[in-house]
């Protein structure tokens, strides 16, 4: 899912491209992305774009007259600039939002469709699309380690719920815990006020990086627009990296499997040394499951004998 530095160059990119145009139309090729029903999809017509912005993870094109196209990308929506007119790709192809000097085309791969378009009618409309969370480049350290503490969870969990915290996710999280050096299974409750001030340090300054990386990548695509939007960048540390060195001991980086996401890290510089134990793995293995990275490799090397299988529980 795009998240911070994405959605910010996304704005940018488009701004420069729509600021002061009027909107021809907004074609829909699924009415199933428009969740709204008023103000109609019709009513930004002939209306042009003064600003568009980010609100956590969502991309808002203000237009004139008071009224707000809000899209979210969730997991695969992607933007793509064309020419006037341009056709809808196919199947990927969700809407088109015409104007006189290009195309911004949503589209969205896969089967399940969950990207989606708002029409609203006022700023206070778009604000309550928000989940509530903290905009890190809007507080400080001290607000900041109010919302995390404000409940008791893992640090990977806090940095992720948009209750919290605004427009982080999955893979920016794990890069944010590895600058940090903080494990993702840690409780907000037990951060010491050193850590909670590095967390906060590390959190800015990985999404800084991050949106300075994607900005130059955008401006050295073809047409200027960002074209290779993705959770997986080379010059990520550990997200993604799961059996790769760490840039910064060279230790492999491990990862703990839940659902569909995975949350990667250095052992060593995280976690003291210690695997996590993944929840799968963990109830197959039950107390045979390695608790360092040295048991680990003797694993695989063949010098400790594997678990015995457990038994099954009796029926009752």
Not at 65 to 72: F, N, Q, S, T
Not at 133 to 140: I, P, S, W
């Amino acid at each position: 899912m795009p998240e911070i530095p994405d959605v910010t160059v996304y704005c940018e990119t488009i701004l420069a491209r729509v600021q002061g145009c009027a909107l021809k139309r907004l074609r829909l090729a699924s009415p199933f992305v428009l969740r709204t029903y008023a103000p109609p999809a019709s009513a930004l017509a002939g209306k042009k774009v003064k600003d568009v912005f980010r609100l956590g993870k969502r991309i808002v094109l203000a237009f004139e007259g008071e009224l707000y196209a809000v899209i979210h990308l969730m997991v695969a929506g992607r933007f793509r600039w064309g020419p006037p007119a341009a056709k809808l790709a196919g199947k990927l192809g969700l809407a088109a939002f015409d104007f006189e000097n290009g195309t911004l085309v949503l589209t969205e791969a896969g089967t399940k469709k969950r990207a989606s378009i708002h029409i609203e009618g006022s700023l206070a409309d778009v604000r309550a699309l928000s989940a509530g969370g903290v905009e890190l480049d809007a507080c400080d350290d001290a607000s900041f380690l109010a919302a995390l503490t404000r409940e008791n969870h893992t640090l990977k969990r806090a940095l992720t719920d948009p209750r919290i915290l605004s427009g982080i996710g999955n893979a920016y999280s794990d890069e944010i815990l590895w600058d940090a050096q903080l494990s993702p299974v840690k409780l907000t409750s037990r951060l010491t006020p050193d850590e909670a001030r590095r967390l906060f340090t590390s959190a800015r300054a990985t999404l800084a990086r991050f949106t300075v990386l994607l900005r130059a990548a955008a401006a050295a695509s073809p047409g200027g627009f960002p074209e290779k939007v993705t959770a997986f960048r080379p010059e990520m540390a550990v997200h993604g990296r799961f059996g790769q060195p760490c840039p910064r001991c060279g230790a492999k980086v491990q990862r703990i499997v839940h659902a569909s996401n995975e949350t990667n890290y250095c052992a060593p510089c995280q976690t003291a040394g210690k695997l996590l134990a993944d929840r799968a793995l963990s109830r197959l293995l039950g107390e045979d499951w390695p608790k360092s990275l040295e048991e680990l490799e003797e694993r695989r090397a063949g010098n400790v004998p594997a678990p015995a299988p457990k038994r099954a529980r009796p029926a009752r």
